[in-house]
């Protein structure tokens, strides 16, 4: 009696190896579960990445300057606000899109022809702007490229057919672009004055502005106001905004 073993309780091969497989397979699946939240986590880093950047050069130390170089607190707010003005410009078109295609009665091959105006008008105008800010300077140009363009997105709003639709995006795209190439031209002078390292952080808030662009354009025509209101009210913004900035922009760039 003392020697049997209850059947229940009889140990067997088949069981112990199925219990270590299946304790293989959980320790599998946790250490994938965490590696896949750690890659996660890394892209969500990097991605963030140049708006991490845009804060840190706001507080960052103040080291000793070196020979050349120049505080320019005004100079830098101005330059991150005009990369903001140039996002939120740009991605304050994306909620219009629907609105013009259902009002022009365009399909998706006419809509997607009609967007390669946008990108066909910065094309044009990227080249001609390097002379432009070489002999006005970037700081007009970024001011009135950046008040032309405020003009555009109420226009988007009311263009009554498809070929005005066609030139007022040719003109859209073409302001974005000159604002883009003086914008980055000044950011590379006031990074060289200053010292250290500004440059991702001026396009981190370019993203943003593509961000905030997007979702307040959405905000307002969500609470039920009109394309044109919408549209008015961001190039206000951006207007004032911009004519707020000018004077802090570098002269002789």
């Known amino acids: 009696y003392a020697m049997q073993v209850r059947p229940d309780r009889a140990p067997t091969h088949g069981s112990r190896r199925a219990r270590r497989a299946r304790g293989d397979a959980g320790r599998a699946i ?23 950047n845009a804060l840190e050069t706001i507080s960052v130390p103040r080291e000793p300057l070196q020979a050349g170089q120049q505080r320019l607190p005004g100079a830098i707010r101005a330059t991150r606000l005009i990369f903001l003005v140039s996002g939120i410009g740009m991605a304050s078109w994306a909620p219009m899109v629907p609105y013009v295609k259902a009002r022009l009665g365009l399909d998706d091959a006419a809509l997607g022809l009609v967007l390669l105006a946008f990108g066909g008008g910065s094309m044009l105008s990227m080249p001609l ?29 009311i263009v009554p ?15 974005l672009g000159a604002v ?8 590379v002078e006031v990074e060289r004055r200053d010292g250290r390292a500004l440059m991702s952080g ?21 609470l039920g106001l009109p394309l044109l209101v919408g549209a008015l009210a961001i190039a206000l913004l951006l207007m004032l905004i911009v004519l707020g900035q000018r004077r802090s922009l570098l002269v002789r760039v």
């Open 30 to 52: 946790r250490s994938s579960g965490h590696a896949s939240a750690g890659l996660h986590v890394l892209s969500c880093f990097y991605t963030f990445v140049p708006v991490l």
């Open 129 to 157: 702007v390097g002379l432009l800010t070489h002999r006005y300077g970037n700081r007009r140009v970024i001011s009135v490229a950046g008040l032309l363009l405020c003009v555009a997105i109420p226009v988007l709003a």
């Open 161 to 175: 057919d498809v070929l005005t639709l066609d030139v007022t995006l040719l003109y859209f795209g073409a302001m």
């Open 180 to 187: 883009d190439v003086a914008m980055n031209a000044h950011a």
């Open 202 to 222: 001026f396009h981190g808030l370019f993203s943003v502005g593509g961000l905030v662009g997007a979702a307040l354009m959405s905000a307002l025509l969500a």
